[in-house]
């Protein structure tokens, strides 16, 4: 089968959406199909194309070498965009590519001008199918209007109803969690046409390292050693609500037996480590982990904390889930379909900095708990697993129908 992924959002820089449309990829690659990709470009107003394996680290596959990723001229919408990164204007190269590659499929991954113009190009082939999945929320576009997380319902519904009149068009939606699927839904999409599919991990990748892998790891990434490490891990932007993270370390800070570990870049990254300068935070920062550093530094953390109000899914909350860890998370978005409250985690309504500190201090001071919600986080991420999930993508793909 030929499939054709369309996306609006890929590397650089890295982000959910564009892992989990890599990985999806590279799977069907690997299960023999003719994969390619169509995403924005990024070096201004040029078409170009180039293979996987010199995208990004997380396509280091044996496969990605035959996957060909074609760029589209654009002119960018906002400066390290991750929501709605690029007008596409390449019209003529996408009915080229389209007519070269003929698809059985075209999967789009977004629902901005990249995939709306291949989506108007492709109509005039009418034996090709269309399956779309939805990655983002509507606080994705607005975080980038008002530079906060900050709720506007009524503009809410206006997007959500913007992502439907284009998301309707295709034979399939597919929703990574619960949440996406139910607020289409809401937003008026066919009931018959929505699918929960999860974007998946490789869960036998991830665990909780041993005491003599953890010492390596602790000298290899300069960590101090014996510590409570709380760790957040993604994008460093107004939508992922940093601040709460900041004031956290703040109350923390004088607690010598707590660590944070903050890993990942975006627009409020400076604005973080100028905060650790000023107020001496017990928070280690990193840049964007490569997989191995990713596996390395979630199989020694003791709790994972994502107060993001934002999230679609969260593929790090997956891995962080994997590698046995309790989520403190926020009861907001995709998270509740991930975070069973008093059971794999705890969830703090949004902004909620008083319980929100009530629930680390519960787990930082009681290791038992530590362990019983990480081994609960382990149970309830297999289903996640991406070889299972993958097999019902490819089913969609090849009988035109998949169950929710």
Request: include cysteine; aromatic fraction near 10%; charge should be positive.
């Amino acid at each position: 089968m030929k499939i054709l992924y369309a996306t609006d959002n890929f590397p650089p820089p890295n982000s959910g959406h564009a892992r989990a449309v890599i990985n999806m990829a590279l799977e069907m690659k690997n299960r023999g199909h003719n994969v390619k990709i169509i995403a924005p470009s990024m070096a201004g107003y040029k078409n170009y194309s180039k293979n996987l394996s010199g995208v990004t680290e997380i396509s280091k596959d044996g496969n990605s070498a035959a996957i060909t990723v074609f760029y589209l001229r654009s002119i960018p919408f906002f400066k390290g965009d991750n929501a709605l990164k690029s007008l596409a204007v390449s019209k003529n190269y996408i009915e080229q590519i389209i007519s070269d590659f003929k698809p059985d499929i075209v999967h789009y991954n977004g629902w901005g001008p990249l995939c709306k113009r291949v989506f108007k190009t492709q109509t005039r082939k009418n034996s090709i199918r269309t399956v779309a999945t939805c990655h983002g929320v509507p606080m994705h576009v607005t975080s980038k209007l008002f530079g906060r997380n900050i709720t506007f319902e009524g503009l809410e519904k206006i997007i959500w109803k913007l992502m439907v009149k284009f998301y309707g068009r295709m034979e399939f939606v597919i929703s990574p969690s619960n949440f996406v699927n139910d607020r289409l839904m809401t937003a008026g999409l066919d009931r018959e046409k929505g699918l929960v599919i999860s974007n998946g991990i490789d869960t036998k990748e991830y665990n909780r390292h041993k005491e003599i892998k953890r010492r390596d790891i602790y000298r290899k990434y300069k960590l101090p050693p014996d510590k409570t490490f709380i760790t957040y891990i993604g994008r460093i932007d107004p939508e992922k609500n940093i601040q709460v993270i900041i004031k956290t370390a703040d109350y923390f800070k004088n607690n010598e037996n707590i660590v944070f570990i903050v890993a990942g870049a975006g627009q409020l990254k400076n604005k973080l480590e100028s905060a650790i300068r000023k107020n001496d935070y017990n928070i280690i920062l990193f840049d964007w982990l490569k997989h191995d550093e990713l596996v390395d530094i979630l199989g020694i953390s003791d709790i994972f904390f994502i107060p993001s109000p934002s999230e679609s899914q969260s593929i790090t909350t997956l891995e962080a889930m994997a590698s046995y860890l309790p989520v403190v998370a926020t009861d907001e978005g995709a998270l509740v379909d991930l975070v069973k409250d008093n059971v794999n985690g705890f969830l703090f309504k949004n902004n909620d900095l008083v319980s929100c500190i009530e629930k680390l201090n519960i787990l930082v001071n009681d290791n038992r708990l530590i362990k019983t919600f990480g081994l609960k986080s382990r149970e309830r991420v297999l289903p996640h697993d991406r070889k299972k999930v993958m097999s019902r993508l490819e089913d969609v793909y090849n009988r035109g129908y998949g169950t929710t």
